[in-house]
């Protein structure tokens, strides 16, 4: 019951921000979508009482654990209008959550709007929202570098080498898994060496595990504030 929380505003927002978080959590240990529209309607609360003026960034964050249950109940219920909610959602946050000031948060936020846009553009026959799925993953990359974040450059990656060759596949193209896996390594389009088959099955093989719950919109992303 959400009148039991501290009328303070910072620190109401704060609770509800977390009980969305705990919910997601929950959903995802019990598989009830009903715990996943619980936790959207806390985020929605906490921002209704946190101002993008004073606290940016727990804006930025509460916008984003939004955009991962929306992107949940998009995906699970087939609603494409959820996963729209939750491109705006993802959008909203990276107009705080940026590069300069948070370079691994907004990386994580583009990788989690690709996985959104990806998850459109697989439901219909067009390649718009793939392209702009190839565009967020390719920000990510900037950050989730194979050096610095293995797991993450895996999971972003791997999304990247499957956005690519459906948008391959729809173009009558055969799928060129050195290329588009060595676009992954380098950030340059089209740069082969030989190589990149075997980079994407390896971004696969380490990036399948941790990149799962994310590539689902998972509650792994959530911050608490």
């Not at 003026?53 to 219920?77: K, M, V």
């Not at 099955?201 to 959530?222: E, L």
Request: charge should be neutral; hydrophobic fraction near 40%; charged fraction near 25%.
């Amino acid at each position: 019951d959400h009148r039991d929380l501290p009328s303070f505003p910072t620190r109401r927002s704060s609770d509800l921000n977390n009980l969305g978080n705990t919910l997601q959590l929950l959903g995802e240990r019990e598989g009830r979508m009903a715990r996943f529209d619980e936790a959207a309607a806390a985020y929605r609360l906490a921002l209704q009482e946190l101002t993008r003026d004073r606290l940016p960034l727990s804006w930025a964050a509460t916008q984003n654990n939004l955009g991962s249950a929306l992107q949940i109940l998009g995906r699970q219920e087939n609603e494409a209008a959820r996963l729209e909610e939750a491109v705006v959602a993802y959008r909203l946050a990276l107009e705080e959550r940026t590069r300069e000031r948070v370079p691994l948060e907004w990386a994580m936020t583009q990788y989690k709007l690709g996985t959104a846009l990806q998850s459109l553009g697989e439901r219909d026959s067009g390649t718009a929202r793939l392209d702009e799925a190839l565009a967020a993953y390719r920000l990510a990359l900037q950050e989730h570098t194979r050096e610095r974040v293995p797991l993450q450059w895996a999971g972003t990656t791997l999304s990247l080498c499957l956005a690519i060759a459906l948008l391959q596949e729809r173009g009558g193209k055969p799928v060129d898994l050195a290329a588009l896996s060595a676009e992954a390594e380098t950030g340059r389009p089209g740069l082969a060496d030989g190589g990149g088959d075997r980079r994407c099955a390896a971004a696969g093989r380490s990036g399948w595990g941790a990149g799962r719950g994310a590539r689902a919109g998972g509650a792994g992303g959530a911050v608490f504030v």
